[in-house]
């Protein structure tokens, strides 16, 4: 089984300034995806990036980037230029391929992230 | 906008009741999964359709059952439900291989007294 590790349950940063969260997974699998969604205080879930793990490149989406480290099975985001907008739940996400369909997504317990004006 | 849709948005119910949560997919999605979110389990898997069948169960109980019909469109039934059922439930929808992004309904909220 897959498990995912937030260890950080809250994080706060200065609108304008970078922050960087965590997440570390553990899996025997060798052949998966991970996600970062955001949920604001709407509820809903918005995924924000991905990666695959065949791919070394780290994944960038606009203001968003990931350090993706595969032998330490770390997975952090990094958030530039914050904005006030971006005061969120983040959840960091696994999903192992399979054949024939999508697999299910695990989630970590989620960091909350505060951006102060 | 996801363009996953699910209805209803709230739920309050009683204890001992069933209630039914239906969920309509992204156009051309054939995978549907369905998600619990509460205080204390964090978001967790219930079950997957794959265009009409049962593809993967994860911690759903017994008196929890669903069902993906010809439309594609999802319904979760809960049944004898306990105050402990009471947590927000996300639908997700995903087109299949080779894709493997998922993208989330806006949640039925179920309190349940």
């Known amino acids: 089984a897959q498990t995912v590790t937030q260890s950080q349950p809250e994080m706060s940063v200065q609108e304008a300034e970078t922050v960087t969260l965590s997440c570390t997974y553990d899996?025997?699998?060798?052949?998966?995806?991970l996600f970062w969604y955001k949920q604001p205080p709407s509820r809903q879930m918005i995924l924000v990036i991905r990666?695959?793990?065949?791919?070394?490149q780290n994944a960038t989406e606009n203001r968003f980037s990931v350090n993706f480290q595969k032998a330490a099975k770390s997975f952090s985001l990094k958030i530039s230029d914050s904005q006030l907008g971006d005061t969120a739940m983040y959840f960091c996400?696994?999903?192992?391929?399979?054949?024939?369909?999508?697999?299910?997504?695990?989630f970590g317990k989620g960091i909350t992230l505060s951006v102060r004006p | 906008d996801s363009g996953v849709t699910q209805t209803p948005k709230h739920l309050i119910t009683a204890t001992g009741q069933r209630v039914t949560l239906r969920c309509s997919p992204r156009?051309?999605?054939?995978?549907v999964y369905w998600y619990q979110q509460s205080l204390d389990q964090g978001l967790q898997f219930l079950i997957q359709?794959?265009?009409?069948?049962?593809?993967a169960k994860g911690n759903i109980l017994e008196r929890f059952s669903a069902q993906q019909f010809p439309d594609l469109h999802s319904e979760l039934n809960l049944s004898s439900l306990e105050l402990g059922d009471s947590a927000l439930y996300f639908c997700?929808?995903?087109?299949?291989?080779?894709?493997?992004?998922?993208?989330f309904g806006p949640g039925t909220r179920l309190t349940v007294t």
């Open positions: 899996t025997s699998e060798s052949n998966y995806y």
């Open positions: 996400a696994f999903m192992k391929h399979e054949t024939g369909a999508n697999s299910k997504l695990t």
């Open positions: 359709y794959y265009n009409g069948e049962e593809r």
């Open positions: 990666q695959e793990a065949y791919k070394q």
């Open positions: 156009s051309g999605d054939l995978s």
């Open positions: 997700a929808s995903s087109v299949g291989p080779p894709s493997y992004e998922q993208y």
